[in-house]
C-alpha cells in the first residue's frame, strides 16, 4: 500500500472534473477515472492532515464488494487496474491500490440508507419522536438494540451543507413510487447480503447508505458501498446496549474533536499525530477483517 495521498491532481494526466471530499473525478472521455485520496472530513470540514492508508482502504473494500455483488447488482465499474491507464498517470504506485475507472452515469440524488440496529442519527430521531425517517417503532426500545427487520430511511442528498432526512412517502412524491420501491428492494437486498457476510467474520453491520445512478435506464450502484466512510461496522465482541459501541472507522477522529472544546464551526485545529495514527489503524483492521477469511480461502 501507498503511504499518503491528499491529492492526486499532479499525478493523472486528465482534466479535474470533481473534487469531493475524499475522492477526485478525472474524465477520461467515454469514463471516469476516480482516485480516493485520504482525506479524512468530520462534521462537513475537511480536516488536516491526512489519514495514511485510508484511500487504498476504501477503494480496495468498494472493488471487493463491487465484485461480491456484480451478479446481483450492476455498478460502474470498469476496471481497477492502474496498468491498463500507465500513460494517464505519472505514479503508478502512488495511485495503484487508489484508482477505478467506471462508466459515467447520472446520479440519482437521493442517499439510500438502510439501518439494521437503532443508533447514531435513528437513535436521536427515535428519542424525540419514537420514530426514525417516519417509521414508528415500538416503545421502550435501547440504544443500539436490533431492529425486527431493517428499515429503509432516506436522505436527500445536497451539495452544499448535510444531507436531508426524508420519509419514503416523501421520497416516492418526489422520485415516483416505480423508482422509489426499485431503490428501497435493492439496498435491502444488498444490506442483508453483507451484514451476512459480516457476521460470519465477527463483525455487525449496523447501518450502511449507498448511491445509484442510472445509465440509461438502467439503475446501477455508484461511488463506494460497505466501507468504513459508508457504513458503520461493529465487532461482535464490543457490542452492548445503551452505549456509545466503538466503531471500527473514523471513531477516534469523532471522539478527540468531540472532547477538544472545538466549536464545529470553524476550521479545527491538525489533528493529534496519535489520533492520525490510531484511525489509520482502525482503516486497515477493517479491511483485514473482511478480507483475511476470503484471501486464507484462495
Given at each position: 500500500m501507498s503511504q499518503t495521498l491528499t491529492t492526486a491532481v499532479d499525478l493523472v494526466k486528465a482534466p479535474l472534473l470533481y473534487k469531493g471530499k475524499v475522492r477526485e473525478l478525472y474524465d477520461l472521455g467515454e469514463h471516469l477515472l476516480i482516485v480516493v485520496t485520504d482525506r479524512i472530513s468530520a462534521f462537513d470540514y475537511?480536516?488536516?492532515?491526512?489519514?495514511?492508508?485510508?484511500?487504498?482502504?476504501?477503494?480496495?473494500?468498494?472493488?471487493?464488494?463491487?465484485d461480491m455483488t456484480s451478479e446481483i447488482m450492476a455498478n460502474h465499474v470498469v476496471h481497477n487496474d492502474i496498468d491498463l491507464i500507465?500513460?494517464?498517470?505519472t505514479d503508478k504506485e502512488a495511485l495503484r491500490y487508489r484508482i477505478m475507472v467506471t462508466r459515467k452515469a447520472t446520479r440519482i440524488p437521493v442517499e439510500c440508507v438502510v439501518r439494521g440496529y437503532l443508533?447514531?442519527?435513528?437513535w436521536r430521531q427515535y428519542l424525540e419522536t419514537g420514530k426514525v425517517n417516519g417509521h414508528e417503532l415500538p416503545e421502550?426500545?435501547?440504544?443500539?438494540?436490533?431492529?425486527?427487520?431493517?428499515?429503509?430511511?432516506?436522505?436527500?442528498?445536497?451539495?452544499?451543507?448535510?444531507?436531508?432526512?426524508?420519509?419514503?412517502?416523501?421520497?416516492?412524491?418526489?422520485?415516483?413510487?416505480?423508482?422509489t420501491t426499485q431503490l428501497i428492494q435493492k439496498s435491502m437486498m444488498l444490506y442483508v447480503l453483507a451484514h451476512t457476510y459480516c457476521e460470519q467474520?465477527?463483525?455487525?453491520?449496523?447501518?450502511?447508505?449507498?448511491?445509484?445512478?442510472f445509465i440509461g435506464d438502467e439503475i446501477i450502484l455508484i461511488d463506494e458501498i460497505f466501507t468504513p466512510d459508508s457504513s458503520r461496522f461493529w465487532a461482535q465482541d464490543q457490542y452492548?446496549?445503551?452505549?456509545?459501541?466503538?466503531?471500527?472507522?473514523?471513531?477516534?477522529?469523532?471522539?478527540?474533536?468531540?472532547?477538544?472544546?472545538?466549536?464545529?464551526?470553524?476550521?479545527?485545529?491538525?489533528?493529534p499525530e496519535e489520533v492520525v495514527e490510531a484511525t489509520s489503524v482502525r482503516y486497515r483492521q477493517i479491511l483485514g477483517l473482511l478480507l483475511a477469511q476470503l484471501q486464507q480461502a484462495e
Open positions: 475537511v480536516l488536516e492532515p491526512a489519514i495514511p492508508f485510508k484511500g487504498d482502504v476504501l477503494n480496495l473494500l468498494t472493488g471487493f464488494w463491487f500507465d500513460d494517464l498517470v443508533t447514531g442519527g435513528g421502550g426500545m435501547r440504544k443500539n438494540q436490533q431492529l425486527q427487520s431493517p428499515i429503509f430511511t432516506p436522505a436527500k442528498k445536497n451539495d452544499v451543507g448535510h444531507d436531508e432526512d426524508i420519509t419514503i412517502e416523501h421520497m416516492r412524491e418526489w422520485l415516483g413510487d416505480r423508482l467474520r465477527g463483525i455487525i453491520l449496523a447501518d450502511t447508505k449507498f448511491e445509484f445512478g452492548q446496549l445503551d452505549v456509545e459501541i466503538d466503531s471500527l472507522d473514523k471513531e477516534p477522529v469523532r471522539s478527540y474533536l468531540a472532547n477538544s472544546g472545538w466549536d464545529k464551526n470553524s476550521q479545527p485545529a491538525p489533528l
